[in-house]
């Protein structure tokens, strides 16, 4: 069974940048298409983004085009979003799962972003 871990998150000011990693436990990692997804208190937890298995084939929400980038290392098992031009509605805790959230999910990581 594969275990994540989300690190990276923090207080950044609107318009700056953060890197978010996830690191993956389990020797299948490389077979799942990944993803980034994100809850804002009392919302629900909502997509962001994800990559296919090959990192070939990306997809994002309308939300965070142009601004946020996912890639992914297999032989690190680990994915990255990359965020920039962050807005105060950005402010999140984040979290990486497969594309279709089968995965036990992991802790997290913080992000606010200060108007």
């Known amino acids: 069974q594969v275990q994540l871990v989300e690190s990276g998150g923090g207080l950044v000011q609107a318009g700056g940048s953060l890197r978010l990693s996830c690191a993956a436990s389990?020797?299948?990692?490389?077979?799942?298409?990944m993803g980034w997804f994100r809850q804002a208190p009392g919302k629900e937890r909502e997509f962001v983004n994800a990559?296919?298995?090959?990192?070939?084939?990306?997809d994002y929400a309308d939300s965070v085009k142009g601004r946020f980038a996912i890639s992914r290392d297999n032989a690190k098992n680990t994915v990255y979003l990359q965020m920039n031009s962050l807005k105060p509605e950005d402010t999140a805790v984040y979290y990486c799962?497969?594309?279709?959230?089968?995965?036990?999910w992991g802790q997290g990581t913080q992000v606010t972003v200060s108007s």
């Open positions: 389990g020797r299948t990692f490389s077979a799942y298409d």
């Open positions: 799962n497969d594309a279709a959230r089968g995965l036990p």
């Open positions: 990559i296919s298995w090959s990192g070939k084939t990306t």
